[in-house]
């Protein structure tokens, strides 16, 4: 509603005279405001805040008056009345000098600014005014209360006379009543003769006039408060009753307010009590009471002393309040509470020290409810005379508060949008965070996640993640329009504004005329002529309609209501608009799809239908009237009706069913009369032939029924006039803000699968539940409220001690007004699961199950029910949880929404919980079946705490397994944690969410990004380590540590169990990359492992099948042979040119591959020219090839992955995307001149580059070729050698086989191995041949070697170390892994964006390394 900005300023006064103020009071028109001191009285003007006049006592007169106490302005401002301490009421006179100014704007040369408009002086500078003291009158007793009525004055004295004072006959219109004599009754049916006063002193302490009840609210020097109304036009004794507030013994002051009739008393004990009068009865009824809560103040909630000031504002929608101890508290007209400085940044320092509560001893509104003018009650005493005797201008204790407002407070009309706009002075406050997102209109709603905090620029690319006004609520800033100057200066101050349904235009009315902007353009649209401008005064508020602004205005010039309609594109001008005279005064209009409803002070609503024509240039609108409904029999003042609206609700949802195109009409008028919604519907009681008629304007003048009441202390009403078929519950709802009550719902219930709906069952319900913002916008398809927020920020640390007490920045904090957001849904569904309509709610929830926080929503509405019942001290005879856990079990995030929610909860609580939902185990095994591995870890740690640890580590040990095969790796390394936690008894429990400090799971071997392996150790080098064992581990990561401690827990080697047989797993599966990844990941001694596993699973079984399996895994492509070498006769060992041995053993075409792999360039267009070769070469092969399919199968089809980038396909595969290599293609092309290669040259050159796989495959194979050299493992260096095409690798195997003394078995399966090969590669493979070819010595070397050796040999340990390897193998690790050189630990931790895998192994791959650096040189 109304929110404070920024710091209070504080007015400086010109004049000597240092008394200090006591009283502000401004004029009924609030244009100028009065400030009294003990024998002062100045006049102040608003705007600018300029003091006009000052009267000063004389001080043998003052002596006699006594002290100024109280003002009063006459309601046309041309008197103030002024009483003082002796029993004086003086009267003065304010003569307006006539076109006098005492200030004057100056404005710079060649300014735009005319000063020929008609009322510039009046609007821009303030007028020279005179006071003259007309009249003293003498009362002769203290006077306690001053109070204007209409064309009296009302003064209280304490001798228990309230005395009536014409303003212009004073002497013989002076009547004086005595209290005593006023009867006084519970309500108004009691007999006449009701119990007077009776006590000799009582007397009246305060009172306020209300003119909608026509009475007086008043506050007695006992504390007793109650309410005196005349009982006809006649004021006297005998004329007046009173009636009691029964309950109210400590009353201290009063104020009412006349739009919703409701009287606020202030109490002793620092509450409001509020009450407005029963009309039947004529009773006070008590309507809400206004206090702190020791909830949200536990400081001061019962310290702030008795309430000393109660003000409403002008518009009637806040209150402000302020008690004895000082403090000001904002409050909506329902009791919302806004803002109170009791607590906060506004109570304490910067460094926690409480500062003085601002005592307040005067306070008025300014124009609008922009400004609240208060008498700063503690810097008045600190004055002293001497303090600026050098400065003119004197501090004086006069604070301005700023505020801005909504706009529903002035144009409730606003409430059938779905933004959020709010006007301050001179500026607007929008929270359509993007204009062009706008521009496709919401039929559908997208969503976009809502937890943007950044800030959007107000209009960025229109590339927003939804179209959808959920975009609204992308950040917490405001769109802020500064209102035009121009329109300002001669119309200040702001009194309506409007958006635009798509939020792309606004419009505002000032004093006269309007303006309009448009938030695409960033350009405002004034009058061009000024006269016309000045001419009309809108009195009913605006409204958008399309491109049109309709609005009801006053015509100064004719005297003349009148409903105008402006089109936004044409020129602003009355020749461009559409004017319609209407008979009475409008005071408020809204805009229901076509037709425009108007409430008149008349209290009749008239309907007009509008509709768009389109003749020559510009389009026009026009209007008709539809149907008029008098409201007089129900309205008892038109000041009273708050809002009013169109809408489609209407009770009997019945007949949408029957007649579906009638959902859409204007079904019904809401009024919002004094806080009381009131629903008047179409009567469809009668015949309705008139519905098949062809006319189709028969059918809208279906009369009105007579009124309903649906609720009680309404402040706003939001509906929507779409129509959504899926989400009918939330857009044919009605929503209420009812203030402290918080927000009520009037939601309609359908039958399900249109059946015949049940005859019990009522058509809608009204459903209430409290929420933490101050409502202002709903959006309906969202489930969400809009609203916003004071926020304060502390600047008191700028300044030193001593000039403290001078800044106001020190005294307050800055505010700002933030957005806020607040989902509803949980508290819908729970209020329907408490009245037994389960149905209703799954229809709801199924209709909002796509919002992107439905799981948020299922989570709140367990959470809540749970801490609600769960701590509940008395015994719930029918407990809502059971309930809520059997609905969220429709939906398939039951199971994350009940361990997040137990995660949330305090452990006391969880029985409770999993006694409502289900035993955690069962729960667990459900998250693996449904293969959710992070909730299942969840339920981990609630079962760790429920259950005895035998149970966690069996479940803990299931998941661990299960996480290992589907290779998340984040999740494995939480699980080793766990277990080895539970092991060492630490009750501690790791979170098993993945926290940063991982390195990243993007599962390739990161440790080796940006290093140079070598693996040029020599034979004999090798050949000693082989011997001794002395394996070198390869420790990962963070985890690399851990191995080497608790070497003999059992848990450790519980845990090593299940990585062994993980890792005995992968290799007989030959899944070698996986394998890879494991290790790195998780930091297995993968050549320890190895090493022990040498004749076991780390023996290769079938060399073919494992060679074609590593091209799969690594998208390795199969060799090709070139076209020229087709017809030779490769199978006789033959073929063997010199240009293929060249370039096959030369390390310059190994050089230049590396080279281009380095080269980091994106690729650009190639030359075709080779590549044609490339691929007619291989249509050439295939059609002499005589083994088609095998053929095919080895070197056709495309091997590729579905998420790599680059896919891998054979040599006819190559296409932009598909390269084996990462670089520069024209590259080549540059360099073809230079090298000059013949066509045989350069088709070997093509088939190189594109029997290489990619780089990452490349690094990671060399990288397994190191571990397995190292931990021995020939056979699989064999296999690695072959796929890589490099005889290096396979000679320094056989030189290690030669030199040491082998297990011949290894040195048998190695040559059976190669021969099942090279017939492989004879018949499906050919590109393998020329490979094998050049490592056929060697071959013929290790036969030889093999059968040299003896047999019995071959079988005995070579080292009597194994022995104890074998018994102790983690001594031997730990020995290892601390004597490693090179440890890699520092490289992983690079990378630390965790993110969980979700593939299966054959894609873990995808982005495993940025391309950096490699150096891998196998010599």
């Keep these: 509603m109304y929110f404070l900005s920024g710091w209070p300023k504080r007015l400086l006064c010109p004049l000597e005279s240092l008394e200090r103020p006591l009283h502000i009071q401004t004029d009924p028109q609030r244009t100028f405001f009065a400030v009294l001191s003990p024998s002062q009285l100045s006049i102040w003007y608003c705007r600018p805040s300029v003091l006009i006049v000052s009267y000063k006592e004389l001080s043998k007169a003052a002596a006699q008056f006594g002290s100024y106490k109280q003002a009063e302005w006459r309601p046309d401002s041309t008197m103030i009345a002024v009483s003082t301490a002796n029993g004086y009421v003086l009267f003065f006179e304010i003569p307006s000098a006539r076109d006098k100014y005492l200030y004057e704007p100056v404005y710079p040369k060649g300014s735009p600014h005319l000063k020929g408009t008609p009322h510039y002086k009046e609007e821009q500078c303030a007028p020279s005014l005179n006071l003259e003291m007309k009249k003293v009158l003498d009362l002769q007793a203290s006077i306690t209360s001053l109070q204007s009525m209409l064309e009296d004055l009302l003064v209280a004295t304490a001798d228990g006379f309230l005395h009536l004072v014409h303003w212009d006959g004073m002497t013989n219109g002076r009547k004086a009543i005595n209290l005593c004599t006023v009867p006084f009754s519970v309500d108004l049916q009691s007999s006449r003769a009701g119990s007077f006063l009776g006590f000799e002193g009582v007397y009246i302490r305060d009172m306020e006039y209300c003119a909608t009840l026509d009475g007086f609210a008043v506050v007695f020097n006992d504390g007793r408060v109650g309410f005196i109304t005349p009982m006809s036009s006649r004021f006297t004794a005998e004329q007046l009753h009173g009636v009691w507030a029964q309950d109210v013994v400590d009353g201290t002051c009063v104020a009412v307010n006349n739009k919703y009739r409701l009287m606020a008393f202030g109490c002793a004990n620092g509450s409001v009590q509020v009450y407005t009068i029963d009309t039947t009865t004529g009773a006070m009824q008590f309507s809400h009471k206004l206090e702190l809560t020791p909830k949200q103040y536990p400081d001061i909630w019962n310290k702030t002393g008795p309430v000393k000031l109660i003000r409403w504002s002008p518009d009637s929608c806040v209150v402000m309040v302020t008690w004895e101890c000082g403090g000001l508290s904002l409050w909506s007209v329902f009791g919302a509470q806004l803002i109170c400085t009791l607590g906060g940044d506004f109570a304490y320092q910067s460094d926690g020290a409480k500062k003085d509560p601002l005592k307040i001893s005067s306070m008025t509104w300014g124009s609008e409810g922009y400004h609240l003018w208060v008498i700063d009650g503690n810097s008045s005493s600190n004055m002293k005379p001497g303090r600026n005797a050098n400065s003119k201008a004197q501090q004086f204790g006069i604070l301005q508060f700023q505020f801005i407002k909504s706009a529903l407070t002035v144009n409730p009309c606003m409430s059938n949008q779905e933004q959020v706009l709010l006007q301050g002075e001179d500026r607007l406050y929008l929270n359509c965070g993007d204009a062009t997102q706008a521009q496709s ?95 009309m005064m809108v009195t009913g508020g605006l409204a958008w309609w399309n491109d049109f602004i309709v609005l009801a205005c006053y015509n100064l010039n004719d005297h003349q209501e009148e409903l105008r309609i402006y089109l936004r594109t044409s020129n602003l001008d009355n020749a461009f608009a559409h004017i319609t005279k209407v008979q009475a005064d409008t005071l408020l209009l809204s805009v229901f799809r076509d037709i425009v409803i108007l409430f008149r002070a008349d209290c009749s609503i008239c309907l007009y239908s509008i509709e768009r024509r389109s003749e020559g240039l510009n389009p026009t609108a026009s209007i008709q009237v539809l149907q008029e409904v008098s ?53 469809r009681s009668g015949p309705q032939i008139r519905d098949k008629d062809n006319n189709p304007n028969q059918r809208k003048h279906l009369p009105f029924c007579a009124p309903v009441v649906l609720a009680q202390s309404v402040e706003n009403v939001w509906t929507t006039c779409r129509i959504n078929k899926q989400k009918r519950h939330l857009l044919e709802a009605l929503w209420l803000s009812c203030g402290g009550a918080g927000m009520k719902v009037w939601l309609p219930l359908f039958p399900r699968d249109h059946r015949k709906p049940h005859s019990f069952l009522s058509r809608r319900i009204m459903l209430p539940f409290h929420i933490n913002i101050y409502p202002l916008a709903v959006l309906f398809e969202d489930a969400l409220v809009l609203g916003a927020v004071n926020d304060t920020v502390l600047y008191d640390c700028l300044y030193t001690q001593t000039s403290a007490r001078e800044h106001l920045e020190v005294l307050f904090p800055f505010s700002i007004v933030e957005r806020t957001s607040q989902i509803y849904l949980h508290h819908i569904l729970r209020q329907l699961l408490v009245r037994n309509l389960g149905e209703q709610a799954l229809l709801l929830a199924h209709s909002c199950a796509t919002l992107p926080y439905f799981p948020h929503v299922l989570e709140l509405m367990l959470h809540e029910v749970l801490e609600e019942e769960a701590t509940s001290r008395e015994p719930i005879p029918d407990p809502l949880l059971p309930t809520v856990a059997k609905f969220i079990t429709e939906f398939p995030l039951f199971l994350q929404t009940v361990v997040h929610c137990a995660r949330k909860t305090e452990y006391a609580l969880w029985n409770y919980l999993f006694a409502a939902v289900g035993n955690p185990k069962d729960l667990f095994e459900e998250c693996l079946m449904a293969q959710d591995l992070d909730t299942a870890a969840s339920y981990l740690i609630i079962l760790q705490n429920m259950e005895v640890p035998a149970v966690s580590r069996q479940h803990a040990t299931l998941l661990f397994n299960t996480a290992l095969e589907q290779g998340k790796w984040d999740l494995c390394r939480h699980m080793i944690r766990f277990l080895k936690a539970i092991g060492s008894g630490e009750t501690e429990t790791p979170p098993a969410t993945p926290t940063t400090q991982e390195p990243s799971s993007s599962s390739g071997f990161e440790f080796f990004r940006h290093r140079s392996i070598s693996l040029s150790q020599s034979a004999e080098n090798l050949h000693s380590k082989f011997n001794l064992t002395k394996t070198l581990s390869m420790p990962s990561g963070p985890s690399g540590k851990r191995w080497s401690k608790d070497s003999d827990c059992a848990e450790n080697m519980y845990i090593d169990m299940m990585l062994w047989r993980h890792a005995r797993r992968l290799l007989e599966e030959i899944k070698l990359k996986d394998l890879g990844c494991f290790a790195a990941q998780l930091g297995f001694e993968l050549i320890g492992w190895l090493c022990k596993e040498r004749a076991r699973a780390a023996h290769v079984e079938d060399f073919v ?6 091209h799969k895994d690594f998208l390795w492509p199969f060799p ?130 594109a029997s290489k796989g990619p780089h990452k495959s490349q690094v990671q194979l060399r990288y397994l070729l190191h571990i397995f050299m190292e931990a021995g493992c020939l056979d699989w260096c064999v296999v690695i050698g072959l796929i890589l095409r490099e005889s290096s690798v396979i000679n320094q195997v056989f030189s290690i086989m030669q030199s040491s003394d082998i297990d011949g078995e290894i040195c048998q399966n190695i040559k059976t191995g190669l021969h099942a090969v090279d017939k492989w590669a004879s018949t499906d493979c050919p590109g393998y041949k020329p490979f094998l070819n050049i490592i056929k010595p060697q071959i013929q070397k290790l036969n030889e070697i093999v059968e040299e050796q003896v047999q019995p040999e071959a079988f005995q340990p070579v080292n009597p170390s194994k022995v104890p390897e074998q018994v102790n193998p983690r001594a031997e690790e730990s020995r290892t892994s601390s004597s490693h050189g090179t440890n890699p630990q520092s490289d992983a931790g690079n990378s630390s964006a965790s993110r969980h895998e979700e593939d299966k192994a054959k894609t873990e791959d995808e982005d495993s390394f940025q391309e950096g650096s490699y150096d891998c040189v196998v010599s």
Excluded at 469 to 484: D, E, F, P
Excluded at 668 to 674: F, K, Q, V, Y
């Design 441 to 535: 209109p919401r039929n559908t709603s997208a969503h976009s996640e809502h937890n943007h905090s950044r800030e959007r620029g107000p209009f960025s690319d229109g590339s927003l993640d939804s179209q959808g006004l959920s975009t609204l609520l992308g950040h917490r800033h405001w769109h802020v329009v500064q209102i035009h100057s121009t329109y300002l200066e001669s119309n200040w101050p702001i009194r309506f504004s409007a958006i635009d349904k798509l939020g792309q235009n606004v419009a505002v009315v000032g004093k006269f005329g309007f303006a309009h902007y448009s938030l695409l353009t960033k350009k405002w649209k004034l009058f061009g002529n000024i006269t016309q401008e000045q001419n």
């Design 631 to 683: 409201m007089s029999r129900y309205i008892p003042h038109p000041f009273l009706v708050v809002s009013v609206t169109l809408t489609s609700v209407r009770t009997e949802t019945g007949i949408t069913l029957k007649m579906p195109q009638q959902a859409c009409e204007a079904e019904s008028i809401m009024l919002n009369l004094a806080g009381q919604l009131i629903m008047l519907q179409r009567d």
């Design 1105 to 1110: 099948l494992a060679l074609k399996k590593l």
């Design 1120 to 1249: 090709v042979i070139p076209a020229s070498s087709i017809n030779s006769p490769f199978k006789n060992g033959k073929y063997k040119t010199a240009i293929g041995e060249q370039l096959l053993k030369s390390q310059s075409a190994d050089t230049f591959v590396n080279m281009e792999m380095d080269t980091g360039v994106s690729n650009t267009p190639r030359s075709r020219s080779w590549l044609g070769t490339v691929s007619c070469s291989q249509r050439e092969l295939d059609t002499v090839s005589s083994h088609g399919p095998h053929m095919q199968d080895a070197f056709l089809s495309p091997l590729l992955s579905k998420g790599d980038e680059c896919s891998i396909g054979s040599a006819t595969d190559l296409t932009e995307t598909s390269s084996m290599v990462d670089g520069d293609w024209t590259m080549v092309d540059e360099n073809f001149s230079s090298l000059s290669l013949t066509q045989s040259e350069l088709e070997h050159l093509s088939l190189e580059l």
